[in-house]
């Protein structure tokens, strides 16, 4: 079958055999970048193996080389040449911030500590996307963050820095692992509480490395934890396999569960509590998902994953657990259209706040191809049926997982579906539609209506 890729044209998901065969879910892009960040830190050579090349890591390799740090690839290992804690040397040019707020937020904390002023050029604007929290946190420690220009952002180092003291009110996994970069940085004790646990993949990483952390929950069992995180260690270098990302995986999963006849083994995913919500509703759903392999790496649990096809049933998502599992939300929309019965997904996010268009976008998409919906101010529900006629066309409003997922959708429902303006899906999984062919899908380009 000819390779379809995704692009600006339309794509067209029409039908599939059942999904046969191994897929290998692509690398978690957040571990990877943390890992770079970190092995740059380390003293010696590390090697990093499964990197995710996607455009933000790409572009954290290419700050952390202006910054005095040699990285060089061989195949699917990337080698890291450590500076060590405070060992980056001034950039003689600007440093482009990445492709969104969370790597400008990232760099912030890592270059906070170093007495130089250093220029963020093409940043996003002060203002709009960089959190107060981290602002805060950073102007505690000595460090000053300030608007250049429209175009740029200036980050004047602390050159005396104090550790890091915070609370985080609002769960901020990238404000919390920017001042965990800027702490490690500085002598003494930092410490960071935050009022709601969140991804924990950077703590993970700074124990794997030989960094001095310790989390304490809160004794009263809520939701809290303190981070108390020991500055200036000799971090060593490291090895790092990097785990599949649970939201790449997604898409598989639910095609597997709900294309009849389809048995597919996911490997390596990783199964941190943190990362498997979208896993464990599907197993609360009726999904046939057994775990295999089992094991650790760089202190996180990862997985092979057979998925069988399942008769599905509707569940209630509150708000608490949807929003552990955001990104993966679309593709729990789809598999909600498939289960006997009602799907409530609630806490979706405010229009106007970073993904506050799902609702409405999810909404569209599956009335498109007949599923019955009902929508509220922030809930989502889904009278699923196990034959969706489909036949509709969906926007994916340059939303990945939008696009991802109603191709998904397509593939299991009874006609055709046509995903208006697949770009998304390039930089976020540039071999999606290959992969999904391989294994049973069917798509076809559109040349548009």
Same mark, same amino acid.
């Given at each position: 079958?000819?390779?379809?890729?995704?692009? =600006?044209?339309?794509l067209t998901?029409?039908?599939?055999?059942? *999904?046969?065969?191994?897929?290998?879910?692509?690398?978690?892009?957040?571990?990877?970048?943390?890992?770079l960040?970190?092995? @740059?830190?380390?003293?010696?050579?590390?090697?990093?193996?499964?990197?995710?090349?996607?455009?933000?890591?790409?572009?954290?390799?290419?700050?952390?080389?202006?910054?005095?740090?040699?990285?060089?690839?061989?195949?699917?290992?990337?080698?890291v040449?450590?500076l060590?804690?405070?060992?980056?040397?001034?950039?003689?040019?600007?440093?482009?911030?990445?492709?969104?707020?969370?790597?400008?937020?990232?760099?912030?904390? +890592?270059?906070?500590?170093?007495?130089f002023?250093?220029?963020?050029?093409?940043?996003?604007?002060?203002?709009?996307?960089?959190?107060?929290?981290? +602002?805060?946190?950073?102007?505690?420690?000595?460090?000053?963050?300030?608007?250049?220009?429209?175009?740029?952002?200036?980050?004047?180092g602390?050159?005396?820095?104090?550790?890091?003291?915070?609370?985080?009110?609002?769960?901020?996994?990238?404000? $919390?692992?920017?001042?965990?970069?800027?702490?490690?940085?500085?002598?003494?004790?930092? /410490?960071?509480? /935050?009022?709601?646990?969140? %991804?924990?993949?950077?703590?993970?990483?700074?124990?794997?490395?030989?960094?001095?952390?310790?989390?304490?929950?809160?004794?009263?069992? =809520?939701?809290?934890?303190?981070? %108390?995180?020991?500055?200036?260690?000799?971090?060593?270098?490291?090895?790092?396999?990097?785990?599949?990302?649970?939201?790449?995986?997604?898409?598989?999963?639910?095609?597997?569960?709900?294309?009849?006849?389809?048995?597919?083994?996911?490997?390596?995913?990783?199964?941190?509590?943190l990362?498997?919500?979208?896993?464990?509703?599907?197993l609360?759903? #009726? #999904?046939?998902?057994?775990?295999?392999?089992?094991? /650790?790496?760089? #202190?996180?649990?990862?997985?092979?994953?057979?998925?069988?096809?399942?008769?599905?049933?509707?569940?209630? !998502?509150? $708000?608490?657990?949807?929003?552990?599992?955001?990104?993966?939300?679309?593709? *729990?929309?789809?598999?909600?259209a498939?289960?006997e #019965?009602?799907?409530?997904?609630?806490?979706?996010v @405010?229009?106007? /706040?970073?993904?506050?268009?799902? +609702?409405?976008?999810?909404?569209?998409?599956?009335?498109?191809? $007949? !599923?019955?919906?009902?929508?509220?101010?922030?809930?989502?529900?889904? !009278?699923?049926?196990?034959?969706?006629?489909?036949?509709?066309?969906?926007?994916s409003?340059?939303?990945? @997982?939008?696009?991802?997922?109603?191709?998904?959708?397509?593939?299991?429902?009874?006609?055709?579906?046509?995903?208006?303006?697949?770009?998304?899906?390039?930089?976020?999984?540039?071999?999606?539609?290959?992969?999904?062919? @391989?294994?049973?899908?069917?798509?076809?380009?559109?040349?548009?209506?």
């Amino acid at each position: 079958m000819t390779e379809i890729k995704p692009s =600006s044209a339309p794509l067209t998901a029409h039908g599939a055999d059942p *999904l046969r065969g191994r897929f290998v879910t692509p690398s978690d892009a957040s571990i990877s970048q943390r890992a770079l960040l970190l092995a @740059a830190l380390s003293l010696g050579e590390s090697s990093i193996v499964g990197l995710r090349a996607s455009p933000e890591v790409l572009s954290c390799v290419d700050v952390l080389r202006q910054l005095g740090v040699r990285i060089e690839q061989s195949g699917e290992s990337w080698q890291v040449h450590g500076l060590g804690v405070v060992g980056l040397l001034q950039p003689e040019t600007a440093l482009k911030s990445g492709h969104s707020a969370d790597g400008l937020a990232l760099l912030l904390g +890592l270059l906070a500590p170093y007495g130089f002023a250093t220029l963020f050029s093409a940043s996003p604007t002060l203002d709009e996307e960089v959190d107060s929290a981290l +602002l805060d946190g950073l102007g505690a420690i000595g460090a000053r963050v300030e608007q250049r220009n429209p175009d740029g952002i200036t980050l004047q180092g602390a050159c005396l820095p104090l550790p890091v003291r915070q609370k985080l009110t609002t769960p901020s996994e990238v404000v $919390k692992t920017a001042l965990l970069l800027a702490g490690l940085q500085i002598a003494g004790d930092s /410490e960071i509480y /935050e009022a709601v646990a969140t %991804r924990d993949h950077t703590e993970k990483l700074l124990v794997a490395f030989g960094a001095d952390i310790t989390v304490t929950p809160d004794a009263d069992d =809520s939701e809290g934890a303190t981070i %108390r995180l020991v500055g200036l260690p000799e971090l060593a270098s490291q090895v790092i396999k990097v785990a599949g990302d649970p939201s790449a995986a997604a898409f598989a999963i639910v095609a597997a569960l709900i294309i009849k006849g389809s048995e597919l083994l996911v490997e390596n995913v990783l199964i941190n509590p943190l990362r498997t919500g979208l896993i464990d509703t599907l197993l609360e759903m #009726g #999904g046939n998902i057994e775990f295999l392999n089992q094991h /650790e790496t760089a #202190g996180e649990h990862v997985a092979d994953l057979r998925v069988r096809s399942s008769w599905l049933k509707g569940v209630r !998502v509150n $708000k608490h657990h949807a929003s552990a599992m955001a990104d993966d939300i679309p593709a *729990l929309a789809m598999a909600a259209a498939f289960a006997e #019965g009602e799907t409530v997904i609630e806490g979706f996010v @405010a229009p106007g /706040e970073p993904g506050g268009g799902r +609702l409405e976008w999810l909404a569209a998409g599956l009335r498109a191809n $007949k !599923v019955n919906v009902r929508t509220d101010a922030d809930s989502l529900t889904i !009278v699923g049926d196990s034959k969706v006629p489909g036949g509709g066309s969906v926007d994916s409003h340059g939303d990945a @997982a939008i696009a991802m997922g109603f191709a998904v959708l397509g593939l299991a429902s009874r006609h055709k579906v046509i995903i208006q303006d697949a770009s998304a899906i390039v930089d976020s999984f540039p071999d999606f539609v290959a992969i999904m062919t @391989a294994l049973g899908g069917r798509f076809l380009p559109n040349k548009g209506r």
